[in-house]
């Protein structure tokens, strides 16, 4: 039976963030920088732990990572 | 009108003068670095060079030649590329300034997905909210030292008083290194921070202390956990997020950056206010530039005393139009980017009304300062306790006279007498 593969949904609080560019490098080629603010390359992605390092480290908590269809939290975790 | 800080640093000396001069006549790339480090002065040819060719090849004193990148946007993307590897440059024939590349295993000599393994470890203790709780604390210890200055002066010594007690007693507890062994720790620290004030085999074996300092730390942590950093690392490491070496090196890297850095740039900023007095007026008056302020002084000091730590190309990068191949080492002076006029309005002159200001004082990318918001809070609390109590404040002589500590990675004055 065919089952839809999981997604992941990133998201970026502009305001939050500050543009230090720490998820340019370790999630590499998945986030770019906008007017000096970060914003994903795609939206939707598949599931990928360079990311979910991405919102862990953010100094500005500005990133957050969900599961695409139920919304869950993925990360930061605390 | 505020005298421009670049103003001062065009006052070029004989020696850098002539070397100018043979560099155009010599077959290799220049000399690096350029000159002496002179207070808070940034070499004139970072300037030249960020105009004219901000990615530039230069002779270093270790390990042979490397790009030096002035340009603010070349910085950027340099720094946020990972195929720039800081691992690579633990090599031994590593171009740098440093008679020792850095140590595998500490945040800065890490790339993906090792970096980011790692840094979500510590990194929830140095987030702004949770910094912010901290500023009581600052304050009375700020607060207590000065107390201990204004009984006891004039004049007192800033160094002593302010740039060293503050971030000292902030990262130690942070940490958790317990008070009455600080001492211990102080021992290793400058010789680790060493440019060429030390030889390779001090560094080593200050590097060697320090890593029997952090195990034997852990070791008596163990069973005795709290919500210090010490005992996020002791769980870390127990969960097998890390390993023991990982663990000993990160903690080295954040006990130092959040110390030598904090008091370099604390004394770095006291030293700029009061050598350019108005400035210091300005901010007594209006306590509301204090931010802006502060970021402004981020810009334009150039707190390492030259170039950077180097990485190393993991393949063919162009940067600026210049290809950067596989292997070679690429350094850069955050300054020279921090002064760039395609960013910045006049950018040698001090300015605390800046609309705008994204300097990378505190880095770019995945190793972006770990501990920004700390040292942001601590120069604010050191800053605005400063100019409140001592509007008179004033160095006792002429800015010339200060002394400061040569050959290290920061620049720091020595000691700052100052009266009121």
């Keep these: 039976m065919y089952q839809d593969p ?11 963030c500050s543009g230090t560019g720490l998820c340019l490098g370790t999630a590499h080629g998945r986030m770019r920088l906008e007017a000096g603010r970060a914003r994903p390359v795609d939206e939707l992605i598949s599931p990928d732990d360079g990311v979910m390092d991405a919102a862990e480290t953010c100094p500005m908590e500005a990133i957050t990572v969900r599961e695409a269809t139920t919304g869950e939290v993925l990360a930061p975790l605390r | 009108m505020h005298e421009s800080l670049g103003f001062q640093l065009s006052a070029m000396n004989a020696s850098q003068k002539v070397e100018i001069m043979t560099v ?6 220049p000399k690096y670095p350029f000159g002496t480090v002179v207070r808070l002065d940034l070499h004139r ?35 946020a590329d990972p195929r720039f590897s800081s691992h690579a440059a633990t090599a031994h024939d590593t171009a740098r300034v440093t008679p020792l590349p850095l140590r595998p295993g500490n945040l800065l000599s890490m790339d993906p ?16 909210r949770i910094v912010s709780q901290l500023a009581d604390r600052m304050r009375a210890l700020v607060t207590a030292e000065l107390d201990t200055m204004e009984n006891a002066g004039p004049p007192g010594d800033l ?16 940490f958790g290194v317990p008070y009455e062994e600080r001492a211990e720790f102080r021992r290793f620290s400058d010789v680790f921070v060493a440019t060429s004030a030390h030889t390779k085999e001090e560094i080593d074996e200050a590097r ?54 904090s008091l370099s740039m604390i004394s770095n900023v006291s030293f700029l206010l009061l050598s350019q007095r108005d400035l210091f007026v300005q901010l007594s008056h209006d306590p509301a530039l204090m931010d802006p302020a502060i970021e402004e002084m981020l810009r334009i000091i150039p707190l390492r005393s030259v170039g950077s730590f180097p990485r190393r190309a993991s393949e063919d990068i162009e940067i600026g139009g210049v290809l950067i191949r596989r292997g070679e080492t690429v350094i850069f002076q955050r300054a ?17 009304d800046r609309e ?51 050959g290290l990675i920061a620049r720091a004055p020595a000691a700052l007498p100052v009266t009121w």
Aim: with cysteine.
């Design chain 2, 336 to 352: 020279a980017g921090d002064r760039d006029e395609r960013v910045f309005e006049t950018p040698d002159t001090i300015r605390f």
């Design chain 2, 113 to 128: 997905p090792d970096h980011g393994r790692i840094r979500k470890v510590v990194a929830h203790a140095f987030r702004p």
């Design chain 2, 208 to 261: 060697d202390g320090l890593e029997t300092f952090l195990r034997k730390l852990i070791a008596k942590r163990r069973g005795n956990l709290s919500d210090d950093l010490l005992s996020v690392l002791i769980e870390a490491l127990d969960a097998g997020q890390l390993s023991e070496t990982e663990a000993v090196r990160t903690g080295i890297g954040v006990l130092m950056a959040g110390h030598e850095t």
């Design chain 2, 45 to 79: 040819r970072y300037l030249e060079l960020c105009r004219n060719e901000p990615v530039s090849r230069v002779t270093m004193p270790y390990g042979g030649e490397a790009w030096l990148i002035t340009g603010y946007h070349e910085i950027k993307q340099f720094l």
């Design chain 2, 356 to 406: 705008s200001n994204p300097h990378l004082g505190f880095g770019h990318g995945m190793h972006f300062c770990l501990g920004a918001s700390l040292a942001r809070a601590e120069l604010k609390v050191a800053l605005e306790e400063l100019t409140a109590r001592f509007p008179t404040l004033r160095l006792t002589g002429p800015a010339e006279d200060v002394p400061w500590k040569p």
């Design chain 2, 159 to 174: 160094v002593q008083r302010l740039a060293i007690p503050l971030p000292v007693r902030m990262i130690v507890e942070l």
């Design chain 2, 24 to 29: 155009t006549d010599s077959a290799g790339p």
């Design chain 1, 6 to 16: 999981v997604q992941w949904r990133i998201e970026v609080d502009r305001l939050a």
